[in-house]
């Protein structure tokens, strides 16, 4: 008896997580109509926020890979001193609330710091421009590549990578053709992280790059502006285009992983 | 070539796990490095791969020091203990990796990987992954991509540690003529004395980082030198003795092991070693004892003491028994078909003269001490 309560409780416990998730979701999708929606994404001020953000979004992506794999190689499979630090420093950004970071980037990066002026002086200003939302969404999406990517370097057995350098192979070659072979699926799926993290950043990026209409408005900065001055229809419209991405994103990942598990 | 290690010392945070290890292996020869789990054995063939960095002491392979050389430099073949083949890759493509990384060309990969995938027959094989291989394939593949690319010298990590007993047969056959045809230098690590007997040109047994004793395998078995070595390979019977009394070519010893309730004489061939009075350890392998019952005479057998089953068990061909006499315990190991003893039967342990040898006492690691022991043996088969 006391075992059959106890299940009860628990499935209880979980009716209520269901709710939580599920009811919001509910409530976005029957808050509009289809007419509506076909309207909102006929309005340029949405399609160029829907624009900007997957520009910069994959950008950064691409801008993840070329950074993270290095670090994750080097965390991976490297011992040296500074290590931890740098684990340390992998870890940051998740921990440390976007505002935050986009504060610290838009110190950084503002006329009055000795970076931002010296860009300044040759012409390339970051703030409030794409390339800001760039180096704002990176900053906070990176970590998701680096860990996903490390795990991956880790699982492959530390035997496999010496028998190709026993058999002559030079550690790039061994790099281009064991290693990153054997990591495919853990990068894909940080980088699939990583660019769900950098559609949805706000905070950082409102920070950096402001709002500026047509220009640095990202799709969630989009929602943000158009709940606040009240133009509710336009924001459902882009919070569920958001919500198809990311429901997308998480169905190819799973079923990527259901094929993995069955080979 | 030959591979030469000298002084080589490596520890893993503070701990010493090779101490001043001494190797030569001569060109061609087929090297078995014997030694239990956690002896140093992978991490001497590590530090020879130039995986491993050693703290102390050079690495020569011919005569090249190669101590400073990266491991894709120094033209070695390795088989790991789990095979590490590349999961991504066919079996063609596994064995293909070292002629590919060479740039040799495609119809020599297919015409140099045609011939060894014929000789150890799994040309049915060559288009399937690593995971859909059984052991003994799995074995065949690590062993022939570490052999197309000619190397001088092969390492082999417990390569078959992990198969059964059928596979193992055939692959040391493979293993062994493949091996005497290249004229490859190898060495061959293992924990199983059997393997070692089987391949060896000569054997070295490893304990704690150390080598007790290099050596013909049936110099290894018969006439163990140290007691680590002598338990190591089942010469389970160690004997605490002094001698008491030398003649021309025999010597008396008295047996006073600890736990025997009253020691006993034995006759024993004379080695150069002994010296009156001197303590000693004396080893006798199980296989030179023989049990004769209560009732009958000894055999021809000088050497009689009475004993009682407490033990034994069958494996197959033989028997193996423990047997208490007077609180000491000997084994022996029985043919099973004259066996037909039972369990707490009084019995005669019996065995000859020369079934004794003596342990050198010193571990064989300096090479003086080795010589030392190595002419003692030498004199004693004169
Ligand atoms: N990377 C390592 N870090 C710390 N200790 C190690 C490492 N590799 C091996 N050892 C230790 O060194 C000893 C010898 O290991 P190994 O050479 O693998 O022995 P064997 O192959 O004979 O079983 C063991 O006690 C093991 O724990
Ligand atoms: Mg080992």
Redesign the interface.
């Known amino acids: 008896m006391k075992g059959v309560s106890f299940d009860l409780a628990m499935s209880l416990m979980a009716g209520v997580f269901v709710s939580l998730i599920m009811l919001p979701m509910i409530a976005l999708f029957s808050a509009t109509s289809v007419g509506e929606l076909v309207n909102q994404f006929r309005s340029t001020a949405v399609l160029s926020a829907v624009v900007i953000s997957l520009e910069t979004s994959l950008i950064v992506v691409l801008l993840a890979l070329c950074l993270g794999i290095p670090v994750a190689y080097l965390l991976a499979m490297k011992e040296f001193r500074g290590k931890e630090i740098l684990d340390t420093l992998v870890d940051l950004p998740v921990s440390m609330p976007p505002l935050v970071a986009g504060l610290a980037l838009l110190i950084l990066l503002g006329q009055n710091s000795i970076v931002g002026s010296t860009l300044s002086n040759y012409g390339i200003s970051l703030i409030f421009s794409k390339k800001g939302i760039i180096i704002a969404q990176l900053f906070v999406s990176i970590p998701f590549l680096i860990k996903s990517t490390r795990v991956a370097f880790e699982s492959i057995n530390k035997n496999v990578t010496s028998a190709s350098l026993t058999l002559g192979a030079s550690k790039f070659y061994t790099f281009k053709n064991v290693l990153l072979p054997l990591a495919k699926n853990g990068i894909c799926a940080g980088m699939v992280m990583t660019w769900a993290r950098a559609l949805g950043e706000f905070g950082a990026t409102s920070m950096v790059a402001g709002c500026i209409p047509f220009r640095t408005e990202t799709m969630t900065v989009a929602i943000y502006q158009d709940v606040m001055s009240g133009e509710l229809t336009s924001s459902i419209a882009i919070a569920l285009l958001l919500t198809v991405f990311s429901f997308t994103l998480l169905l190819t990942f799973k079923s990527r992983f259901k094929r993995q598990i069955l080979l | 070539m030959g591979i030469v290690l000298k002084d080589i010392l490596k520890s893993y945070n503070g701990r010493p796990v090779l101490k001043d290890l001494t190797l030569e292996v001569n060109t061609g020869e087929f090297h078995v490095l014997l030694g239990p789990s956690g002896s140093g054995k992978t991490t001497i063939l590590?530090i020879i791969?130039?995986?491993v960095r050693q703290d102390k002491g050079d690495v020569l392979i011919g005569d090249r020091n190669v101590s400073g050389l990266?491991?894709?430099k120094?033209?070695?073949?390795?088989v790991?203990?789990?095979y590490?083949?590349?999961?991504?890759l066919t079996v063609f493509d596994n064995m293909a990796?070292?002629l590919r990384?060479?740039k040799v060309e495609k119809n020599k990969i297919s015409q140099r990987l045609g011939y060894y995938l014929g000789r150890v027959g799994i040309e049915r094989e060559k288009d399937k992954f690593p995971h859909q291989l059984s052991g003994g394939q799995k074995q065949r593949v690590a062993l022939i991509?570490?052999l197309v690319?000619e190397p001088k010298v092969l390492l082999m990590d417990e390569p078959m540690s992990n198969l059964d007993a059928l596979s193992k047969e055939t692959i040391a056959d493979e293993l062994k003529s493949i091996q005497q045809e290249t004229g490859m230098t190898t060495i061959y690590v293992t924990h199983n004395q059997d393997e070692a007997v089987l391949l060896g040109d000569r054997v070295s047994v490893l304990n704690h980082g150390a080598i007790e004793q290099i050596e013909s395998p049936d110099e290894l078995f018969y006439h163990p030198k140290t007691e680590f070595v002598a338990r190591f390979v089942g010469a389970k019977n160690i004997l605490k003795a002094s001698v008491i009394e030398i003649k021309e070519h025999e010597a008396v010893v008295l047996v006073d092991h600890e736990g025997l309730n009253q020691p006993f004489k034995l006759q024993v061939k004379k080695y150069p070693i002994f010296e009156k009075g001197k303590g000693i350890n004396l080893c006798i392998h199980p296989e030179k004892i023989s049990l004769n019952r209560e009732n009958e005479a000894g055999g021809n057998n000088v050497n009689r003491v009475m004993g009682k089953i407490i033990h034994k068990t069958n494996n197959g061909k033989a028997v193996k028994v423990t047997i208490n006499t007077g609180g000491m315990e000997l084994h022996a190991v029985i043919p099973k078909d004259i066996f037909d003893f039972e369990i707490h039967e009084n019995v005669w342990v019996s065995f000859a003269a020369d079934a004794p040898h003596p342990l050198c006492g010193k571990t064989c690691r300096a090479p003086y001490a080795r010589r030392r022991c190595l002419n003692e043996m030498r004199n004693e088969r004169l």
């Open positions: 590590s791969a130039g995986l990266p491991p894709e120094r033209g070695i073949g390795f790991f203990q789990d590490a083949l590349f999961p991504h990796y070292g990384v060479k991509r570490a690319t």
